[in-house]
């Protein structure tokens, strides 16, 4: 493979976001190219179509073995629904995600079903994700007969009881209903279901949001122990920057559909490259009273997803958009090596880009 | 952050404050545990369980609970008052009332939950397949709409006139005029479990779809279900009154609250209590179904568990 | 005399099975006028039922309500409801976290921002709608005029909150209860609605009680801060000596489980620390100090006696034996 770091002009055309993938030498674990999910909206007296909501509109990034990516971004752009597109929870509309080289987004549901065993899943709602009617023991032993891992009942018990012993639960828990746990304990309940399978990857949809401050750091340190013991990759989406910075290796900002910024967590949180980052960055409230801080406080609402803007989407509230924004679409460049930014603003000279500094910039 | 705690033992029992105490606002009260707990905490069960308990112990024990044979004629014996001897009377045939209504409670029980229990599977089959069958949704809620756009009484009486009055055909016409709520009730149910995250994440561990059906929304449907079941076994007595009192339900020869009250009809003004007796039957025991399911409902519904 | 006085408040409610829930046991505290309190704590500390008590919308029962709120000297625990009716929305007014439910959806903006000065103050339509406007311009809604005739399906999440301040402020009121404000908007609107609440603050001069789990939000608009746990109020100080000198070993705990935003660029990325187990059981009275079953420095002494509040430092309490006693000038 021979493609080039920077922009060459003859890929900036073909497939922009691919490059994104394209350039590194070893095979990632999981690789997401131009995933598509437009949901249509049904109206009319005899149900027909009558628009499309474009919740994922173009989604490029991969995810090494063993890594972590984070994809943040606020309420309705398209993170969760990423991570359900490529559970194959719905089918996606176009675009290709490969697990480990084979493609598994065209996959009928019976070649698909023993791929599943691959990539774990934890919601966001521990109350929800358990079924109220089974008990710990049998939600646990579901993935695990699913897949045929357990040799007899003796293995099957065996496996259970060392999944209670991963998430830090008593044995004898697992005869217990879910309704007999706090959210923390339940959110390990559901940790453990996902590692039924011994899988490479871990989806975590807004996996501790719901938890409580002092459970949520239980969890978090639970997640890293667990990705340090077992080598798991995983797909942390979340709206918590402060737990993303946390927890990952490499961030993707999402907006309106697509990804406006990918970069390792310290040159996405030390130089934010688009403006949205910027922004989304300023606006955490930081646990520190009177800590000076230049907030950027943007001006409106997200836009509807039904009818996104033309040109760069986030230029109805970019504090720097200028006329080219509203017409032309910008597409994800390399702006320092392996940051990617979808943004005009670095096809202007450094003196005119406000996105110009470096991570040593910040830090001084 | 600074560490401002003194190590153990440096402070004394001597030298600490306690905070005053909190004296009880309320005291606590021991609640009693298992099956009378229960009814103690949902007295609507606790009453209309007895209610239909008691007219279930009606219909089984009618020939024990002094009757005579309720379709025994004595002409002599006609539209005779309430007495010693017909504590509910005689009707115009001679036959003796209270007997009458107490074999009656037969028949309408039958009724109630059999269509109850017929309504109820065929409704759970129709809801399971249209809520998890996509290209049959359609077609079915379209059948059913259509059903539904018929009144149930019609509809029934419709299907009684193309069929030989027995019970058997009584318990098919209500059921099938029943399907239509109940399959709509479990497709709905279907349709908000399908978007649970715990049926997202049996999908996501490699569950089959036969096997989610069964484990993870047929037992969460069952609730619902129960509830609207009391609802049907309620409404299905209603109509099997109706059918019998306008002659197109239960054949006249047998014993049934709507039977007796459409022969008492003709006498309403003079003698009242022919009506009258079967009618407080069918109320009493509607009441105690309603009442059954309120309570059911109260008990099952997961929202009242997470009250305070 | 403070604005607000709540004295040993016990908010305890009867359980289905027959058992007593102490949401609230035995709290204190005081607001002053244009004062900006926050109550902090994790779900069930009884913070959210704090506010509810103040306003009296703890249904009773299955609830019960002991102790004293005073509000200018008055006892609202014995007002008549017809009383209370004119203080809420008027002297004391509420803002809820669920901005989407909280709004009447049959009704224009304008009808619910005017329905409390129509009330209270006896307006008339044309001068409520007027000053609904004029509240709208307040909160920095565009085009306030267009809106007030607008549904609350036609606003956006932030917007809403907006809407939800402007009628909460309509009637002037000397207290402001904000629960949990911002929690269900999204990073930059949460933004947008901290601004203007700093803004209100200082054109309002209403006091403010914060109820709120994010210790980022306490940080950026708190003058105080109480500390809730299990019930009990377990530390108090001026925002800045609680995030600096933290004396409570719970607020210790919980500061150190938040992980801080630029923590990969100075290299501090490490373990958050834990608080282990799990908030005791409000069903049980609890024998000594609330923390105690999870304090990494508990002894016997704490299972034991339940600490006072003392102050440890000036204007600085903290319910614990072990917290270091600083010099306090009498």
Redesign the interface.
Known sequence: MSMTMGTHPAHANAHPAAQANAHRGARPLLEVNDLKKHFPIKGGFFGGTTGQVYAVDGVTFHIDKGETLSLVG??GCGKSTVGKALLRLFPPTAGQVVLDGQRIDDLSAGKLRPLRRRIGVVFQDPFSSLNPRMRVKDLLAEPIRNFGLAKNSADLDERVAKLMDTVRLPRDAVNRWPHEF?G??RQRICIARALAGEPDLIVCDEAVSAL???????I??LL?DLQKELGLAMLFIS?D???V??MTHRVAVMYLGKIVEIAP??EL??APKHPYTE?????????????ARE?I???G??PSPINPPTGCRFHTRCPYAFDRCRSDEPKLQQTTPGQWAACHLHDLPAEKNPLARG?SA??A | ??????P??????RD????????????????RKGFL?YLM?HPTIAFGGALLLLMIGVAVFAPFLWTKDPTALAPVMRTRDPSAAHWFGTDMLGRDVYSRVLYGTRVSLIVGFGVAFFASVIGLFIGLVSGFVRWADSIIMRVMDGLMSIPSILLAIALMALTRGSVGNVILAITVAEIPRVSRLVRGVVLSLREQPYVDAAVACGTRTPVIIWRHILPNTLAPMTVQATYICASAMITEAILSFIGAGTPPIIPSWGNIMAEGRALWQVKPYIVFFPAIFLSITVLAVNLLGDGLRDSLDPR?AK?? | MALLEVE?L?T????????????V??LSFSVEAGETVAIVG??GCGKSVTSMSILRLIPEP?????GSIRFEGRDLLKLSEREMRAIRGNEISMIFQEPMTSLNPVLTIGQQIGEALRLHQGLSKSQAEAKAVEMLTLVGIPAPAKRVKEYPHQL????RQRVMIAIALACNPKLLIADEPTTAL???????I??LMRDLKRTVGAAIVLIT????????VAERVIVMYAGRKVEEAR??DL?????H?YT???????????????GT?E??????G?VPSLKQKIQGCVFASRCP?A?D?CRE??????E?APRHVA??????KEAVAA
């Open positions: 606020e309420s706090s923390g304990q409580d401050v002092s459970v949520k750091a239980q978090v340190n890293q709206h920057l402060a737990i910075e946390h967590r310290r949180f030390g922004a989304l960055l300023s606006a955490v409230p930081v646990p520190e009273p009177g800590a907030r406080v943007l001006t609402d997200v991570v910040t830090l | 952050m600074s560490t401002t705690i003194l153990p033992g440096a402070v004394s029992r600490v404050a306690a905070a005053a105490p909190t004296p009880d606002v309320m005291q606590p009260k021991q609640p707990g905490r009242a009250r305070v | 040993n016990q305890h409610f009867r359980t289905p099975d027959g058992g007593v829930n102490r949401a046991d035995g994790e779900s299955p609830g019960k309500l002991a956006s999440g932030g917007m999204d990073v930059t609107i949460q933004a947008q901290l601004d789990h994010d210790l980022g939000v306490v940080a950026e925002v800045e995030f600096r000198t933290p004396k070993p210790q705990g919980l500061l150190g489980a938040v992980p801080k935003l630029g923590s990969s660029l100075d990325t373990r958050l620390a834990e608080i282990p799990l420095y002894t002494l006696v339940a600490p006072a509040l003392e440890k319910a614990c034996h072990y917290a270091v």
